[in-house]
């Protein structure tokens, strides 16, 4: 009785954070490799967790950091934060969700299907296996979160897959990263 009472405590909690604070969805109604679906914006410079991906814009620059690293991150160095999908369980980790909170660029958590949930502090955190499993986010193939100089409320970001013939293609994610990084650039303004 004591663990059922608890899921619905949960459940009504998460699902009221996704109410209460301020959520922006990019969602693509059609799927395209067009080249005018690319992000044609300004030199970005991205530190990246893990692995990074193959994309086709040519002013995207990846600069591979530790995880570590980002407890101490350097001011005015980088755009953005991805953390790649093999990097997520250990990137939900109290001391990484404590230093999200005080950066100054948006961090994106790609591959996740946790949503943004496990890197965010919450009483009663669970890991981010647990997460998984209650959320299963297969719709979203990019979550990301920014909090604004305020600290006191975050901006949370889904980018999903681009959907043809109302199939998901989760084998079409350029499109999907080019909207992340209009996203960096139009936080940077």
Not at 88 to 98: F, G, H, I, S, V
Not at 100 to 127: C, D, T
């Amino acid at each position: 009785m004591k663990k059922l009472l608890f899921l619905i405590i949960v459940t009504a909690f998460i699902g009221s954070l996704f109410i209460g604070f301020v959520m922006n969805t990019d969602y693509k109604a059609t799927g395209s490799d067009k080249s005018s679906d690319l992000y044609k914006g300004t030199s970005l410079k991205i530190a990246i967790i893990g692995a990074a991906p193959n994309v086709k814009e040519d002013q995207i620059n990846f600069h591979e950091i530790k995880l570590s690293e980002v407890v101490d991150f350097p001011k005015n160095k980088y755009n953005a934060i991805f953390i790649m999908e093999e990097n997520l369980a250990e990137a939900a980790d109290k001391k990484y969700r404590n230093a999200y909170r005080s950066l100054e660029v948006p961090v994106f958590f790609v591959g996740s299907k946790a949503s943004h949930m496990p890197f965010i502090n919450m009483e009663n955190q669970i890991s981010y296996k647990e997460y998984v499993d209650r959320v299963n986010d297969n719709q979203h193939f990019i979550t990301g979160l920014w909090y604004p100089k305020s600290k006191d409320t975050f901006k949370a970001f889904k980018f999903g897959y681009p959907v043809e013939n109302d199939e998901y293609q989760r084998d079409k994610v350029q499109e999907v990263y080019s909207s992340v990084f209009k996203k960096i650039e139009s936080i940077l303004q």
